[in-house]
């Protein structure tokens, strides 16, 4: 795979008024989501629960990519079509998750180090045969009122970050970079802002040094937000302008795309920020859309609610939320059209 391949592919998945659905939640993940609607965590309902998403025809214009599970990729519709092929066939780009996790950081007290380099390159090789295209990893940082984020945990989750990056390319995947800011807690927008850009200025220094090339790959922060405890919250417009400055900061006009998070925002909020970004800063060097998993998700499971007669209006739900996404990819996006009528 050369890197003018992997160029085309990044640049895919960042085209206009598309972006990226995480579906990729792994089974300790999904288990909270599926007991939220009190449905038992099996394998057929996360099967079925994935192919109600899959098959959301309506949905498909909107979504670029879709981000799957090892389990995930390896499944089928109940008349037998793998995934990764229902996919393709609808022109959205498979991809996987190839982490294995946050784990506590050795020698630290509750840091975290995303776990998963050992046996990575078979395990790329592996997927491209099932058919993924891109990849993502998520590195976790924390924000507390002290001292944390610590510059030894900053380090090591970009120098992995990087590592994974480099071993992604080399297979013909291309790296979504995810080093999540996460918003629990109490720290104003201001903390946040200055967490954010310490952390992707480590990020994009790993990711020089390991020689992975820029043009064929994604990054995935999150928003620039005060924390979710905290008294006072931003409005859209000042999320907007704070994380686009630190963009501007830190990441090269080389990346194609930034791919937001949700990290648990509202669906609404998701896409008024994504929105006020689009609308507000015209002329970037990259392109900004969503990679969201709850943000996209979260009525649409609700929905469904695990019964088989509510898969039609589940499915016409999520097309919505990822309609309304398409639209914020081009500032379009109207919070009137929230109260669009929404039927199967
Ligand atoms: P959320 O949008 O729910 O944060 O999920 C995105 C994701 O892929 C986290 O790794």
């Known amino acids: 795979m050369s890197a003018s391949q992997l160029a085309l592919t990044a640049q895919k998945l960042v085209a206009p008024n598309r972006g990226i659905l995480a579906a990729d939640e792994s ?13 038992p965590n099996t394998t057929e309902n996360r099967r079925a629960y994935r192919e109600l998403l899959f098959t959301a025809t309506k949905a498909a ?11 995930t990729l390896r499944q089928s519709t109940q ?6 092929k229902l996919l393709a066939d609808q022109n959205i780009i498979p991809g996987i998750k190839v982490d294995k996790g946050a784990k506590t950081l050795a020698l630290s007290e509750r840091e975290k180090i995303t776990e998963g380099l050992d046996g990575l390159r078979e395990r790329h090789a592996e997927y491209v045969k099932l058919g993924a295209r891109f990849t993502k990893w998520r590195g976790v940082i924390e924000i507390d009122s002290n001292d944390l984020p610590s510059d030894y945990a900053l380090d090591v989750n ?33 903390r946040s802002r200055i967490v954010t850009e310490r952390t992707l200025h480590v990020v994009f220094d790993a990711l020089a040094r390991q020689r992975v090339s ?5 990054l995935k922060p999150n928003m620039v ?29 080389a990346v194609p795309g930034i791919v937001f998070l ?27 859309s969503f990679s969201y998993g709850r943000a996209l998700q979260a009525s649409a499971l609700a929905a469904w609610g695990g019964s088989p007669s509510n898969v039609g209006k ?31």
Not at 270 to 285: C, G
């Open 214 to 218: 820029l043009e064929g790959t994604l």
């Open 158 to 190: 970009a120098h992995a970050l990087a590592r994974y990056a480099a071993l992604s390319q080399e297979a013909g995947l291309v790296p979504i970079v995810e080093p999540e800011v996460l918003m629990d807690g109490t720290h104003d927008i201001e």
């Open 79 to 84: 008349g037998g079509v793998p995934f990764a």
């Open 61 to 71: 214009p909107y979504i670029s990519g879709i981000i799957l599970y090892d389990e």
């Open 314 to 344: 589940a499915q016409t739900i999520y097309a919505h939320r990822a309609r309304l996404n398409g639209a914020a990819r081009s500032g379009t996006y109207k919070p009137e059209m929230e109260k669009e009528r929404v039927s199967a």
């Open 27 to 39: 089974a300790s993940t999904i288990e909270k989501r599926l007991s939220s609607i009190n449905v």
């Open 262 to 288: 949700s990290g648990g925002q509202s669906e609404a909020l998701s896409t008024a920020h994504l929105n006020a970004m689009n609308e507000r800063h015209k002329s970037l060097p990259w392109q900004l």
């Open 225 to 253: 937000v005060a924390g979710a405890k905290c008294a006072k919250q931003a409005g859209a417009d000042e999320v907007a302008d704070m994380t686009v400055t630190v963009l501007r900061r830190c990441v090269p006009a």
